[in-house]
């Protein structure tokens, strides 16, 4: 069992960064892929980016590839997304995810609760 608990949520104007964690329990971490996805009001959760178990590679969505990065702590039991240049669509729950590194949430075993971002223009 890993819990997951993201933050680094918050409302920024269009053009800025945050950098969102997730921070993970357990010492089991370092065995799952990782993934971070979103939600828009009326949307389905969408694939954001992902990164395998000892984080040599990664994987984005067209929509924030150049813009978002993904990374990952194995020591610290945390994966984060560094996110610049944030436009008003980025808005959304972002959910972080275990054990998948795919785009299909379907394929991930456990999640987040969520933190909000919010870009204003």
């Known amino acids: 069992q890993v819990q997951l608990v993201e933050s680094g949520g918050g409302l920024v104007q269009a053009g800025g960064s945050l950098r969102l964690s997730c921070a993970a329990s357990g010492r089991t971490f370092s065995r799952y892929a990782m993934g971070w996805f979103r939600q828009a009001p009326g949307k389905e959760r969408e694939f954001v980016a992902s990164?395998?178990?000892?984080?040599?590679?990664?994987y984005y969505a067209d929509s924030v590839k150049g813009r978002f990065t993904i990374s990952r702590d194995n020591a610290k039991n945390t994966v984060y997304l560094q996110m610049n240049s944030l436009k008003p669509e980025d808005t959304a729950v972002y959910y972080c995810?275990?054990?998948?590194?795919?785009?299909?949430?379907?394929?991930?075993?456990?999640w987040g609760q969520g933190t909000q971002v919010t870009v204003s223009s």
């Open positions: 990164i395998t178990r000892n984080g040599d590679s990664t």
């Open positions: 995810a275990a054990g998948g590194i795919t785009k299909k949430a379907n394929d991930y075993l456990y």
